[in-house]
C-alpha cells in the first residue's frame, strides 16, 4: 500500500456528447463549422478554445480546436472538414485533461496492490479460500476546494481527470511539473456553498478508469531496427489520455495482441520497443487500453 498526501491538486471536466444530429460544413473559404440539429453544443459545456475530438463519423474523425460557438454551431478553422450529413453515431469530447473546473487542497491518496480473496466451492460442499493479486482502485481525499470560474455543475458525478501535485512549480511552462494523475469520481462538492465554506468542506475521490481507445484507424508498424509503431488514423491517443510510461494493452488485432509500454506518444502514433510488433495495416475493430490508474507525471505546461 502506498500513501502519499501533498498541498494542492485540480480537478479537470471533459464535456462529451455523443448523437446522430450532428453534420460538418466545408465553408469553402470560410471557416468549417460542426452542426447540431439539437442544439446541444452550449448546454454539453464546450467552450472557445477547446481541444476536441470527433469519433465516429465517416470522413471527420479527429482533433479540432474550437474557434466559437453557439448552442448548434461550433465554428473551426478554415479548410479542416470535409461535408458530410448527419446520420452517423458520433461522439465529440473535450481533449484531456479537459476543462478546469476546480481547485483543492490539503489532499492524501492511497493505492496499492492488494491479495484479492476468492471462495471456491467444491462438489456443492465445502469451500476453500485462494488468492489472486490484484490491482485496487486508488482513493484519496482533500480538507477544502474551490471552484473556478469555468465550473459547470453537469459534471458532479461523473468521471473526472484529477491531478494531485507533488511539489511547486512557480514557472511549469518553463520547466516541467510533477503530478500524480488519473480518473475519478469526485464527490463532496456542494454548489450552493459560499467560498468560506467550500474551503473547509472534505472532498473524496473514487479512483475509476483508464486511457482506452477502440477504432478500426489503428495499424501496427514494424521498425526495423528502430523503435515499433502503433498509428491511429483519428489521431486520438493524445485525446484518449495515453501518456509516456503507461503500460497498455492490445486487444482485436489479427497479430499484436499483447502488452507495451510507451516510449513516445503523439496524436497520431504511438512508440514502443524495437521489433515488438508484427507490421498489420488498419482494419480490424483494435481496443487499446493503459493498465495504469494513478501515475506520476512530469509534463511541461503549455504557452
Do not use: C
Request: net charge negative.
Amino acid at each position: 500500500m502506498a500513501k502519499k498526501h501533498g498541498k494542492v491538486g485540480a480537478i479537470y471536466w471533459t464535456p462529451t456528447m455523443t448523437a446522430t444530429t450532428i453534420a460538418f460544413v466545408d465553408g469553402g473559404g470560410g471557416a468549417d463549422t460542426i452542426t447540431d440539429s439539437g442544439s446541444a453544443f452550449v448546454t454539453t459545456g464546450y467552450k472557445a478554445g477547446d481541444l476536441i475530438t470527433v469519433s465516429g463519423s465517416t470522413s471527420n474523425d479527429g482533433n479540432y480546436t474550437i474557434v466559437s460557438l453557439v448552442a448548434g454551431t461550433i465554428t473551426l478553422a478554415t479548410g479542416v472538414l470535409t461535408a458530410e450529413g448527419a446520420g452517423d453515431s458520433v461522439t465529440i469530447r473535450v481533449a484531456l485533461p479537459g476543462q478546469l473546473v476546480a481547485g483543492f487542497f490539503g489532499w492524501t491518496f492511497t493505492s496499492e496492490i492488494d491479495l484479492v480473496e476468492v471462495t471456491d466451492f467444491v462438489d456443492g460442499a465445502a469451500g476453500f479460500k485462494k488468492y489472486i493479486v490484484g490491482l485496487e482502485d486508488w482513493t484519496g481525499e482533500a480538507s477544502g476546494y474551490w471552484l473556478t470560474d469555468d465550473f459547470h455543475g453537469d459534471w458532479t458525478g461523473t468521471e473526472m481527470m484529477v491531478r494531485f501535485f507533488a511539489e511547486y512549480n512557480a514557472s511549469p511552462n518553463v520547466t516541467t511539473a510533477l503530478f500524480y494523475s488519473g480518473l475519478a469520481l469526485v464527490s463532496g462538492i456542494d454548489t450552493s456553498s459560499g467560498v468560506d465554506q467550500a474551503i473547509e468542506e472534505s472532498l473524496s475521490f473514487q479512483g475509476t478508469g483508464k486511457a482506452s481507445l477502440l477504432g478500426t484507424g489503428i495499424a501496427f508498424v514494424d521498425g526495423g531496427g528502430g523503435e515499433d509503431t502503433i498509428t491511429d488514423t483519428g489521431n486520438g491517443f493524445i485525446a484518449a489520455g495515453f501518456e509516456v510510461g503507461d503500460e497498455f494493452t492490445v486487444s482485436g488485432s489479427t497479430s499484436n495482441d499483447g502488452s507495451y509500454t510507451i516510449l513516445a506518444v503523439v496524436a497520431g502514433t504511438i512508440n514502443v520497443a524495437t521489433a515488438s510488433l508484427t507490421a498489420e495495416g488498419a482494419g480490424d475493430s483494435v481496443t487499446i487500453s493503459a493498465t495504469t490508474k494513478l501515475v506520476l507525471r512530469t509534463a511541461a505546461w503549455p504557452t
